[in-house]
């Protein structure tokens, strides 16, 4: 399976943006989903998760309550809705499938190219 991460850009604090993850080469359906992100000098960092089968969904502290993680199956797709963003939301994010299912420990793999998202006034 190939993702591919598209929808960053730049925008102002307090703005909304929501990202897309689209798979190429074979369904998502049975595959859990993870977004990350990496800004300049640190760390990726795992954000947000969604299951297959139940669709159920996890989210790092830094960003619950302002991002929302879906997918739609039938466009081979997930999304990361991000809204209330902050300048330290600025990074790269990408996406990849979760072998972990979404466990405290990741296990990702099948990484898409990412996209960069930047909040500044």
């Known amino acids: 399976v190939q993702l591919q991460a598209f929808g960053g850009g730049l925008l102002q604090p307090g703005g909304s943006l929501r990202l897309s993850c689209a798979a190429s080469g074979k369904t998502l359906d049975y595959y859990a989903i993870g977004w990350f992100r990496q800004a300049p000098g640190k760390e990726r960092e795992g954000i947000s998760c969604i299951l297959s089968s139940s669709g159920s969904t996890y989210y790092a502290g830094s960003v619950k309550g302002r991002f929302t993680i879906s997918r739609d199956n039938a466009k081979n797709t997930v999304y990361l809705q991000m809204n209330s963003l902050k300048p330290e939301d600025t990074a790269v994010y990408y996406c990849?499938?979760?072998?972990?299912?979404?466990?405290?420990?990741?296990?990702?793999?099948?990484w898409g190219q990412g996209t960069q998202v930047t909040v500044s006034s």
């Open positions: 990849a499938v979760r072998f972990d299912h979404c466990s405290d420990y990741p296990v990702a793999g099948y």
